[in-house]
């Protein structure tokens, strides 16, 4: 198979720099600031799009998801429970993510052991969802086969007829297999692109297990070479 000129593929990185010096007293403070930077680039369309690795009985499976909540407890999304994902962490709950703010040469990645929300928390943000993607999460019996996109669309058309929308947060109920995860962090790496591959990677490592992301005293950093 030809490489297509593969091998030739490069970019130079110099959009910044990673020093000690600057980082933020906690994992929490400096995600904060790099979201916030990584919202503000126009080049960046879904700052909080972040790839979540997951390992179950046949082996690792991986997917982009959306970071729904951050707070010091961890890192929040929410998906389908008859998902890949859901079933890989019944197996094993622990996860990577990764978030790849590619037009700013950075990334963060993150592990940890992985809970499940309970329902009071999956209800909260189920009601905050646009009234079609609330109907969506009732369409889809996620990962399962289908025939082909028409049941989709046909169960779609039945379900907006049993659950009009009324403008009601109401209007359509919380799925029994709808839910959300909670990644608790035990390790934060901040990762900045540089010249000659000679990339910043600075560490935030929980001292004991996991750490709170807003609290200094639970973490030590180290710099990794690239």
Known sequence: MPDDGLQDLRVTYTAGTLEEADLAATPGAQF???????????????????VVATAGP???????VLLKGLDGAGFRFYTGLSSRKAADLGHDPRAAMLFAWVPLQRQVAVRGPVEQLDRVQVQAYFVSRPYGSRIGAWVSE??????????LETREVELRRRWPDTGSVKDVPLPPRWGGFLVRAAEVEFWQGRPSRLHDR???LARSGTGDLDVADDWRVERRQP
């Open 202 to 204: 600075l560490v935030f």
């Open 58 to 64: 046949d082996g690792p499976s991986v997917r982009t």
């Open 32 to 50: 904060r600031a790099w979201f916030a930077d990584a919202a503000a680039a126009e080049a960046v369309v879904e700052p909080n799009a972040v």
């Open 142 to 151: 996620q990962s399962s086969p289908v025939a082909d996109r028409a049941v």
